[in-house]
């Protein structure tokens, strides 16, 4: 190899190495209708664990965080049974590992804007795209497709990264400001949705 070509590559990696962390991301507003399209699953589920690990891509080692829940309600999709339960993972890139201090020369290169983080223990209704070869898989629309269930007045609620700006949009039937939306309302829709598309 010249050596010629090793003093640009050298550059440009300590460029990127330098280079201040992405802060924004632009990802393609979709409504529920096109959220449902484009899932491979979809389903109501319990987070049980959350690990680290690695991927080998593209001649690279990519960190990653796998996500293991259990399934309380399908919509789409095939899930592994283990002892009755139905459990789903979803493997998406990231880690946990917080920035370097300010004015370090080094930055934390692995944060993927816009992934949602799920938490251990809580409720999410999720719209997952198909794994890829390297079974890597993620909220279709990002954070579009990942919904936090909460219970607000003996009422459970869902509610998506984007606030659901956008969710009903163009479609028929009742809409929505942005915010929580009751839990069983976007169940129905999301059914509906699927059988349409059958």
Known sequence: MSRRLLVPGAAISALLLLAPPLTATTVLQMNLGELVQ???????????????GIVHAGGADLPTVTY?????????????TVKGVELAEITMLGTFKRAPAPGSALRNLTAVPGLPRLERGHDYLLLVTRPSQVGLSVPVGLGQGAFRIATDLKQETATND????GLFRGMAGPTTAPGPIPYDELAARIRALVQSIQ
């Open 38 to 52: 484009r899932a491979d699953t979809i389903f109501r589920g319990t987070v049980l664990d959350v690990s680290e």
């Open 68 to 80: 293991r829940l259990r399934v309380d309600e399908s919509f789409r999709g095939e899930f592994t």
């Open 162 to 165: 984007a606030n659901n700006v």
